[in-house]
C-alpha cells in the first residue's frame, strides 16, 4: 500500500467523530448548557468512543489577557462537564492546548486559505463591533478552529449557529488542502455539523444570553443570588391576576428548558387565565417557579461539582488522560500532512 493510499485510510477510518470545543473566556451560564453542553454530553451515548470535547484556551487567548483568570475559567469547564455527566470512559475531555499540533496545521491550512474566505467572517467583524481588539490572532481565528476539527478527523460538529460558518470555513479548508496535496486522496475529512434543539435562550433582558451583554444566569448560581437573578428578568407590566401571553414571555421561555410537555401546558393554561388554583398567577409567581426549577434540575450536578472541586487533581487526571489519547491522533495526522507538504 502506498503512503497516499494508507493516509486516505487514515482520513476515515473511523465512521463517526464528533467534535467540539468551548471557550474558557468567562462565567457558565443557561445558554452554555442548553445550546452546547448538553448536547455534547447526550451524544456521548449515541457515539460511546468517538466523542472529542476540548476546552479552547488557545482561542480564548484573542479576549482573556489575564492568566489566572484563565486558568480559573478552564477547570469551570472541566468540573462542569464532569459534574454534569460526562463520562471520561465514553468521551474524552482536554484542554486544546495540551495538543500544540494543532497549531502547526494551523499554519499548513493558513498556507492554501484565501485573505477572502476569513475576510467574510462575521463572527469577527461582530466581536471587533463588541470593542474586541482586531488582531491577526482574532482575524486566523477560523483557521486554528479549522484545525482542531481537521487534525482529529471529525466528522460531525455539534455547534450553536454563530459557529455555523465557521464549521463551513473548515469544510472549505479541507478541500484547498486536500486539492492542494492529497493527489486525489482525502488528507483531511470534510466535517458536518449539527444545531442544538435549543438554540436561543434568552437572557434576562430578553436578548440572547451571552456573557457579552450581562444578561446570564450561572449555570450553577443557587438559593438567594439565583432568586434575586430571575427577579430581574424583563416582563411586561401586566397586574396580577390578568391574562398573561406565555408566547411572548421569558420566563415561560426558559420554563420550556426546564418542564416536560404536560406540565409546560399546565403552566400555560394559568398564564392565560391569570389565575392559578383559584388564586391570582402574576409573573412574580412564574418566576418563583423558574427558580424552583433551574434549583432541583442541577442539584445534583451542583452537589458533584462541589466534590470535583475539593478533588482537583480528579479533573486534571482526566484531561491529561484525555489530552494523552487526542494527542496520539493528532500527531498522526500532521505527521501525514507534513509529508504530503514536502516537510516530512
Ligand atoms: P457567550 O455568548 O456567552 O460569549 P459563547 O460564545 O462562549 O457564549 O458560547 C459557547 C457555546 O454556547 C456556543 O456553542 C454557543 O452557541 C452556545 N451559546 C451561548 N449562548 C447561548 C444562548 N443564549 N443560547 C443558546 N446557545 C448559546
Ligand atoms: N469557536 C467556538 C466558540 O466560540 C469554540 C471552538 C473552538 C470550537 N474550536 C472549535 C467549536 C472546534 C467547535 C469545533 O464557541
Redesign the pocket.
Known sequence: MSKLESRSQDATARPHRVLSG??P??TL?L??Y???IQQHIRLQDEFPGDCFYFIADYHALTTVKDAQALQEYVRQIAVAYLSLGLDPDKALLFRQSHVPEVTELTWLLATVTGMGLLERGHSYKDKISQGIKPSVGLFTYPVLMASDILIYHSTLVP?????VQHVEMTQDMATYFNEAYGQGSVLLNRPEYRL?K??????LDGR?????YGN?IPLFESGKKLKKLVGRIVTDSTPLGQPLDPNHCNVFALLTLFCEAAELDEIRTWYLAGRRDGQDFGYGHAKQLLAAKIEAHFAQARAKRDDLLAHPELVDHVLAQSASRARAVAQKTLDACRQACGLG
Do not use: C, E, L, R
Open positions: 468551548i471557550q473566556s468567562g451560564h445558554g452554555n442548553f445550546g452546547a455547534v450553536g449557529k454563530d459557529q442544538s435549543t438554540p436561543y435562550v434568552p437572557g440572547k444570553m451571552s456573557k457579552s446570564i
